[in-house]
Each structure stands twice: as structure tokens, then as C-alpha cells.
Antibody, heavy 121, light 108 residues
């Protein structure tokens, strides 16, 4: 079955760039669905960061839009997140997820296990 | 931006019924999804499209959505249901998925 796996540095310096990749295995990232990034600061709730369609179309959280880039790499079957100029407030567990086939009514059944990224010098 | 409001915590005795609310402006016109998250784990979808259950989710979990409130109901609560629960909707005006702040369910 399809699985998602986040990867990337667990520690990023303040003002640096946070870069994460979500590898899709057991299926194709070119399937007709949206792919999402969600984060969860320690002890807090879930926040949707943004999403990307297989054709590269994106939607970003307005609060992060000026620092954010999400892209799809079909050749490597993964999608990526880049968040620039990070601060301690960006410390969180970052999850990738696949949206359902019926975009607004399916819910998100598939999630990665999450990866903790700490912003600290 | 669209805001979903959940109570921070709900407590219930075993075998009783827990109800977790998710408030939002005319949320009844939207499709609400509910997720369960246990410590150290990724969220798990328990209700989608207001009241449908994914395969593998017990019938004890149900949902409703009307007016300004969506509700997740867990009947015959078990110790294993203790978790954080989040509601989610699509905010079409902002082109963004929105989560509620989460509710911690404690089984007494």
C-alpha cells in the first residue's frame, strides 16, 4: 500500500532554511490528488502549511506564504517543503499527508509518521 | 480567515458517551472531517464528510453537522479512545485547510 516518509535535517539554525522531503512509496505522486504539509509545535495543535497538486499547482497558508515553497518532483516520486528565514516559532513536528480522491469530502487517510524539526543555534 | 472552535478538554467515564463540538460560522454548509491523535503518533481519520466512517473505525464513532456546530460523538467510550481530536474543513475563501484547536479527551 502507499506510504509516506518525511526526511530532512532535525536541526536548523535561526534565519536558515528548513527543507523537508516526503517520499511516496507504493504509488505514484502523479495520481490525481493533492499532497499536503502540516505542522504541530510541541504541545500544540495542527496547522496546515500548504498543499501541492501533481501538476505543481500550490496553495499556501497566508501566514507563511512569503517564506514558503512547496514543489513536486515526479522523477523522484516525492514532494518537498522549503521554509526560509526560520525562527524558534517554526520548531514543530512536520507531517506530510495525501488528500482523498474526492478533494473536499474524503478526508486525509494517509499521513507520514512526522519528523521533528528544531530551530536553534 | 475561517476559525474552528473546539473545547480544550472533555472528560467522560468509561462506557459513557463523549461529545466533542466544533464551532464555526455556518459550518453546517461545509464538509467536516475529524481526526484522532494519540501521543507521538500521526493523526488518524475517524470521520469524514460530516458523518461517514473510514473502514476500520468502530461504529461507536459518529458525526453530525448542522448550523454553526459539528459534533463528534463517541459511544461506549473505552480507555483506548483517550486522545486529542481535531476537526477540519476547507476554507474556500482562503484556499486553505483549517483545523480546530483540538480537544483532549480524558477517560476517567
Amino acid at each position: 500500500q502507499v506510504q509516506l516518509q518525511e526526511s530532512g535535517p532535525g536541526l536548523v539554525k535561526p534565519s536558515g532554511t528548513l527543507s523537508l522531503t516526503c517520499a511516496v512509496s507504493g504509488g505514484s505522486i502523479s495520481s490525481t490528488t493533492w499532497w499536503s504539509w502540516v505542522r504541530q509545535p510541541p504541545g500544540r495543535g495542527l496547522e496546515c502549511i500548504g498543499e501541492v497538486f501533481h501538476n505543481g499547482e500550490t496553495n499556501y497558508n497566508p501566514s507563511l506564504k512569503s517564506r514558503l515553497s512547496i514543489s513536486v518532483d515526479k522523477s523522484s516520486n516525492h514532494f518537498s517543503l522549503r521554509l526560509r528565514s526560520v525562527t524558534a516559532a517554526d520548531t514543530a513536528v512536520y507531517y506530510c499527508a495525501r488528500q482523498g480522491a474526492a478533494r473536499f469530502s474524503s478526508g486525509w487517510r494517509l499521513w507520514g509518521r512526522g519528523t521533528l524539526v528544531t530551530v536553534s543555534s | 480567515s475561517y476559525v474552528l472552535t473546539q473545547p480544550p478538554s472533555v472528560s467522560v467515564a468509561p462506557a459513557k458517551t463523549a461529545r466533542i463540538t466544533c464551532g464555526g460560522d455556518n459550518v453546517g454548509s461545509k464538509s467536516v472531517h475529524w481526526y484522532q491523535q494519540k501521543p507521538g503518533q500521526a493523526p488518524v481519520l475517524v470521520i469524514y464528510y460530516n458523518s461517514d466512517r473510514p473502514s476500520g473505525i468502530p461504529e461507536r464513532f459518529s458525526g453530525s453537522n448542522s448550523g454553526n456546530t459539528a459534533t463528534l460523538t463517541i459511544s461506549w467510550v473505552e480507555a483506548g479512545d483517550e486522545a486529542d481530536y481535531y476537526c477540519q474543513v476547507w476554507d474556500g475563501s482562503g484556499d486553505l485547510w483549517v483545523f480546530g484547536g483540538g480537544t483532549k479527551l480524558t477517560v476517567l
